[in-house]
């Protein structure tokens, strides 16, 4: 008679799958994206021609990591930087001013103690097209930063009223993106009386919603706000200059085009949202996706993504991986992907959370284009260890039995005497738990008893 102790009793009898297979119940082809309007050019094209709208700022961005790169701490570059940074790149000082604003804006630089270093945007400037044209999205969104409205620097008569008004100044803001759709939507030339009665009837919209007095009739500052909208918009690439021939229309740029278009379409993916949970907390949207596909989930996070700035989506999303829901810190880091390289830096500083450290290598290993199999092999065997425990949680708290025995399959140790004692010192807060709810759905008694002696052998802290 053979012994029952699981001495040497093999975790697996199929090969090892890899562990982000247990990260993931299912996968499914993502859906088909949306095709922009004929006549648009490709994303290389496109990306070709936001290169050249940003090739002062790149130019930059260079410079200034591997110069001195000093800004002051509050970004803005001193006069002796300003004059070295002119004579390098042989422009005016007025232009190194424009790129520094721009490659800021862009994403190409980001200040670190008052330096200047070249971002994670500018790295992949020369082979990601995709990188490259975020990057003019972000410079694009930024219009009225990258070319603020200076009421002093024009004619005192006309601009007086504006400065006097600076809330004017946030409804044209606010009202800028519905005239730049009408613009996409007219596919030409648009006259710029057309644009100044829409425009005069957005902020009144504005204003009645607000409960606002209307904008004085007698000297309206709307003509004037409206010019310096279409000459920032016209500055970052998004209108073409004005024709001689035509001077009284205006007309969006193939890449202008593009990005409304893209706008639009977030639009879209945010009002049929499948769930309906666009305007709930990540935690409720995230509970609601542990009922859905893969694919279905995905269309989820977009919904609930388009509908929120991205910088405090990221950090509820984070700040919910962070809880005591080992399947919501998946699914997090799943809304995550979605992002994609927005989310890049605020993953990159909780690198070092013990909770989130082996979701964040992954993602990250994954967002620099590792093969989701391989990047396994950049966490420590703690690490993996620890991010076993933590999907076994999920399943155990969320799943059926088998899928938890199943579960066994992914782990790194080779036997269950291997994984026992890995595991029992590995610290995870849900350590007893696990092996508890392992004990309970394994069909082996003897392997069953050995989780059940290492569970108590954890609670007690013998382990």
């Known amino acids: 008679m053979t012994s029952r102790i699981p001495r040497d009793t093999p975790l697996r009898i199929v090969p090892r799958r890899p562990l982000t297979a247990a990260r993931r119940t299912a996968t499914t082809r993502r859906p088909r994206p949306p095709r922009p309007p004929e006549g648009t050019p490709s994303v290389p094209e496109l990306a070709r021609l936001a290169r050249a709208e940003l090739a002062d700022a790149v130019r930059l961005a260079r410079w200034a990591g591997t110069g001195p790169g000093i800004a002051g701490p509050n970004g803005i570059l001193d006069g002796a930087t300003l004059k070295e940074a002119a004579g390098e790149l042989d422009l005016t000082a007025g232009q190194i001013r424009a790129a520094w604003d721009r490659a800021r804006l862009a994403g190409l630089i980001e200040l670190h103690g008052g330096a200047a270093r070249p971002g994670w945007r500018l790295r992949a400037w020369d082979n990601d097209d995709t990188a490259v044209l975020r990057g003019w999205v972000a410079l694009f969104d930024a219009w009225s930063l990258a070319h603020p409205f200076l009421p002093d620097g024009g004619a005192a008569d006309t601009l007086e009223p504006v400065g006097s008004d600076p ?52 000297h309206d500052p709307l003509p004037t706000l409206l010019e310096w909208t279409l000459e920032a918009a016209t500055q970052v690439g998004a209108l073409r200059p004005r024709d001689p021939r035509r001077p009284d229309e205006v007309t969006l740029t193939e890449l202008g085009s593009w990005a409304v278009w ?29 009922r859905l596909s893969p694919g279905t989930a995905r269309a989820e996070y977009r919904a609930w993504l388009a509908a929120r700035p991205v910088a405090p989506a990221v950090a509820e999303l984070l700040d919910t991986a962070r809880g005591d829901d080992a399947l919501l810190r998946g699914l997090a880091f799943e809304a995550l992907r979605v992002v994609g390289d927005p989310a890049e830096a605020a993953v990159r500083a909780v690198v070092d959370e013990l909770v989130l450290r082996p979701y964040a290598v992954l993602w990250i290993a994954e967002l620099d284009g590792s093969d989701p199999d391989d990047a396994t092999g950049l966490l420590t065997r703690e690490e993996a260890t620890w991010l076993w425990v933590d999907t076994a949680a999920a399943v155990a708290d969320h799943g059926e039995g088998h899928l938890l025995v199943s579960h066994l399959e992914t782990a790194v140790q080779g036997s269950v005497p291997g994984l026992l004692d890995e595991v029992r010192t590995v610290g995870h807060p849900r350590t007893v738990q696990v092996l508890v709810a392992l004990a309970a759905a394994h069909p082996d008694p003897a392997v069953a008893k050995a989780m059940r002696r290492a569970a108590f052998q954890v609670h007690t802290g013998e382990a």
């Open 167 to 218: 809330a004017l100044v946030a409804e044209v803001i606010e009202a800028a993106p519905q005239l730049l759709s009408f613009l996409h939507l007219s596919n030409g030339p648009v006259p710029i009386d057309t644009l100044l009665d829409l425009l005069r009837q957005r902020v009144a919209e504005l204003r009645s919603e607000r409960h606002e007095p209307p904008t004085d009739g007698a």
């Open 262 to 290: 893209v706008k639009l379409e977030q639009i879209c993916v945010a009002a049929q949202g499948p769930a309906g949970h666009m305007e709930q907390s990540a935690e409720t949207m995230l509970r609601a996706c542990a």
